[in-house]
């Protein structure tokens, strides 16, 4: 499969190798195309990987991965282009931190909005599915680093798309069953306004290294 | 011990009568001293359960628990009174949840503020911990109503007041390990914040029996 990334951070990457890894074909995308880190991620990670601008990404991929950070998520979709989207799965990684000079974090949008339904209203030929925006890269790419079943959360108006998103969890090792779907894509506020209480529990591990399971009757 | 519970709903009843089947006593506080529902339970609840006004209910506590709507919180905390909370153990196990007409939830306050901190401000006297808030009432008044480990959290700026916290807590059955404390009250943001998740699990599950817990490495 043909996969575009926008953001070239350590999520666009961690998954990148990660879906090269798999056999996939990965073009991750830039503001520029001579960004220094793109092109060196493309130059260790094999034959498959390639790095372009966002529109470069979004045109080579059957399905797209936003792995930006959530407040500049609609400029660099913007940038990728609207006709690149269009019919595409788009699974979003994204959380719009915002954080202040007291080391604070908030969140923009919030509570009445989300990330994921922002992309979804402005891009509605893209087949959104929130995903992954609760665990720390290196677990979404390998949920084998804990131990016991944990959860993963998807939201999205298409069923499909959905599908889409789990079977290609299901590559990187997430047992379908372990993938709770919390509805359409006004859940993504839902799974972006953990963020806060997560960052509280990384500092409270000090690792970012766990998950979310629950506990129910016997 | 002597509790003031300001509130008379569900999580009020229920913490007041797991309160009095542990030996203490306990005052449910409402707006009016003739609330059908405090007097009712008051009637049930046997010779250790009193009720009375907001005022009444903080002034008897020698620790004060908060179970109104956040919405609610501050006024009803104003009618009881800050001298009465002065120096005592305030409890916060509130969110500050509001259903628009089409049923999406939002909180007001929320991401740069909390309930918890709102409190602890207007009322700098009190020793304001939040806790509890992250799960069903019956869940609360018993663990053991689910399998395995799971979690609790709390936020405050009084570490004694925590550690107070967690030994009434011990007494509802849940044993200290299992409480997570995620530092001063600002943290009470992070756990409101969970509120919108927790309402998309709840559907997901279809009942309210569930809490969180968290895998690790090995």
């Known amino acids: 499969m043909r996969i575009g990334i926008i953001g070239t951070g350590m999520v666009g990457q961690t998954l990148g190798s990660k879906l090269v890894s ?12 001579d960004n220094e880190k ?3 991620w493309a130059a260790q990670a094999g034959p498959d990987a390639h790095c372009g601008t966002f529109a470069e ?4 991929g059957e399905a797209v991965l936003n792995a930006t950070g959530g407040t500049v998520a609609l400029a660099a979709l913007r940038a990728a282009g609207a006709e690149h989207l ?9 959380n719009p ?24 209203r402005e891009f509605p030929g893209a087949r959104v ?10 677990l979404m790419a390998d949920p084998g680093r804990l131990t ?12 499909a798309a959905k599908a889409e998103t789990v079977a290609l969890l299901g590559e990187f090792g997430w047992p379908a069953e372990w993938i709770l779907d919390l509805g359409d894509i006004t859940a993504a506020r839902a799974t972006e306004m953990m ?10 591990f000090g690792n970012a290294e766990f998950n979310y399971s629950f506990r129910r009757p016997a």
Chains 1, 2 share one sequence.
């Open 129 to 138: 599915v929130k995903a992954l925006n609760t665990i720390n890269c290196e």
């Open 195 to 204: 963020m806060p209480f997560w960052l509280r529990m990384m500092r409270h």
């Open 148 to 159: 016991g079943e944990h959860n993963l959360f998807i939201a999205g108006n298409d069923a």
């Open 86 to 94: 269009d019919g595409k799965l788009l699974i979003d990684v994204s």
């Open 38 to 40: 793109a092109l060196a």
């Open 97 to 120: 931190l915002v954080f202040d000079p007291a080391g604070q974090v908030s969140l923009d949008p919030v509570n009445t909005d989300s990330v994921g339904e922002r992309i979804q």
């Open 57 to 60: 990404a979004a045109a080579f």
């Open 22 to 33: 798999l056999g996939h074909q990965v073009t991750l995308g830039s503001r520029s195309k």
